[in-house]
């Protein structure tokens, strides 16, 4: 059973234009949910992250949007750049207890000139 | 701190033979994560352990697969009899909850190839 659902599975996006990627949950009991980017030839490194106490977080170019009773996620770049051109996946799980992170499938963006 | 440490970065082997993944986590960190990458499947974790000892490894796809961690600072995962459906991309991660979130910092990776 697929916990956590990411979408689209690849997106192509002119510089300078807004990359949006979806997820979804099932497990209400997730309370943490980061997204994680990652380079060909690299691991993943955590971008950002947000608690479902808030909406919305933003940093620099990246913002999460939050639903909480949609059970829904997004990430929002923002002024896209060739540089923000990887995988980007969205995670999620519990603060307390069993820490272990439960991926999406991952987004390749491509982001052309 | 040289952040997460795994070695071989690639492995060629042939079906039948076995494989040894290494992994040193970042020194303090308390829980350490093997997952596994394919483009079919994205990333999968395989087995966990706190303080050494393995918490949750429902991932691990069958008794080919184990792991151990004899210490803080080093973990094995090995693969006897190999087979070319292991072939992928297997990543470890350590991490310091903190109750606020917890960060997982992950390796390279190994990429394995089973011919």
């Known amino acids: 059973q697929q916990q956590v659902k990411q979408s689209p599975q690849s997106l192509i996006v002119q510089k300078g234009g807004i990359s949006i990627i979806n997820c979804a949950y099932e497990?209400?009991?997730?309370?943490?949910f980061p997204w994680y980017q990652q380079f060909p030839g690299k691991g993943p490194a955590l971008l950002i992250a947000i608690r479902p106490d808030v909406s919305e977080k933003k940093e620099g170019r990246f913002t999460i949007s939050f639903n909480k009773s949609a059970k829904q996620f997004s990430l929002h770049i923002m002024d896209s750049q060739p540089g923000d051109s990887a995988t980007y996946f969205c995670?999620?799980?519990?603060?307390?207890?069993?820490?272990?992170?439960?991926f999406g499938k991952g987004t390749k963006l491509s982001v052309i000139p | 701190d040289a952040g997460v440490i795994q070695s071989p970065r690639h492995e060629v082997t042939e079906m039948g033979q076995e494989v040894t993944l290494r992994c040193k986590p970042i020194s303090g960190h308390d829980y350490l994560f093997w997952y596994r990458q394919t483009m079919m499947r994205g990333l999968e974790l395989l087995i966990y352990f706190n303080n050494n000892v393995p918490i949750d490894d429902s991932g691990m796809p069958e008794d080919r697969f184990s792991a151990k961690m004899p210490n803080a600072s080093f973990s094995t995962l090995k693969i006897q009899p190999s087979e070319p459906r292991d072939s992928a991309v297997y990543f470890c991660?350590?991490?310091?909850?903190?109750?606020?979130?917890?960060?997982?910092?992950f390796g390279q990776g190994t990429r394995l190839t089973v011919v």
């Open positions: 497990n209400t009991a997730f309370d943490y």
């Open positions: 995670a999620a799980s519990r603060r307390a207890g069993s820490y272990q992170l439960t």
């Open positions: 991660a350590s991490s310091f909850p903190t109750g606020k979130g917890t960060e997982a910092f």
